[in-house]
């Protein structure tokens, strides 16, 4: 099955810029979907944290997500990158693709991304 | 606006049953196929499972086949996952999730902010 690799951590102080990749043999021929996920606490009961959208179709920003977030994609690497990081950015950041091979979506292993 | 809500998490012995269940609302909710996706502690996002909007096809990652079902009602808006067999390393924050398409392009939104399943003697 196709496997992404995520770097585990990223840091960026606040205003400068967070890259994480996310790589793939030929990822460049699929479309790459971006991840934003606060998870809280295990010992905390109760619900957890909804995963948001940030970035789908390689470069296209939802509604409601601000500038600062773009994607790329290109060869065997796909990029979120994060401009003017903010202290709210920090969180874990996946990538995702559709296997067309298996008929099922693929997720990466997540990128912690700490603000210093 | 667009919500799911999910329910139906909780403590659980090995081998014992859970039924999550997911609330839609804001959306045409059979004009979408949907999924679960769970979160394991210390680990990333993983698909558990998926439907198509009237319920006719389904799949499964392999480590649940046989164990897990998921089901859809469109008259009440709901997404189930009835999850039997359970095991320890089904220990999970569940979310169910809105797929979207576009052309070659699947991905998911929204997400529920997922319940936590804990399977423990």
């Known amino acids: 099955s196709y496997v992404l690799t995520q770097p585990p951590s990223v840091s960026a102080a606040p205003g400068k810029t967070a890259r994480i990749t996310c790589g793939g043999n030929?990822?460049?021929?699929?479309?790459v979907h971006w991840y934003q996920h606060k998870s809280v606490h295990w010992s905390q009961q109760g619900p957890g944290?909804?995963?948001?959208?940030?970035?789908?179709?390689?470069?296209d920003r939802p509604s409601g997500i601000p500038q600062r977030f773009s994607g790329s994609n290109s060869g065997n690497t796909a990029t979120l990158t994060i401009s003017r990081v903010e202290a709210g950015d920090e969180a874990d950041y996946y990538c995702?693709?559709?296997?067309?091979?298996?008929?099922?979506?693929?997720f990466g292993g997540g990128t912690k991304l700490t603000v210093l | 606006e667009v919500q799911l809500v999910e329910s139906g998490g909780g403590v659980v012995r090995p081998g014992g049953s859970l039924r999550l269940s997911c609330v839609a609302s804001?959306?045409?909710?059979?004009?979408?196929?949907m999924a679960w996706v769970r979160q394991v502690p210390g680990k990333g996002l993983e698909w558990v499972s998926g439907?198509?909007?009237?319920?006719?096809?389904?799949d499964y990652v392999d480590s649940v086949k046989g164990r897990f079902t998921i089901s859809r009602d469109n008259a009440k808006n709901s997404l189930y996952l009835q999850m039997n067999s359970l095991r320890v390393e089904d220990t999970a924050f569940y979310h169910c999730?809105?797929?979207?398409?576009?052309?070659?392009?699947?991905?998911?939104?929204?997400w529920g902010q997922g319940v936590l399943v804990t399977v423990s003697s």
């Open positions: 999730a809105r797929e979207e398409r576009v052309a070659a392009g699947i991905w998911f939104d929204p």
């Open positions: 804001g959306f045409t909710f059979d004009d979408h196929d």
């Open positions: 439907i198509n909007w009237n319920g006719s096809s389904t």
């Open positions: 030929n990822i460049e021929s699929k479309s």
């Open positions: 944290q909804a995963p948001v959208l940030v970035i789908y179709y390689d470069t």
């Open positions: 995702q693709v559709w296997d067309s091979s298996s008929d099922r979506p693929v």
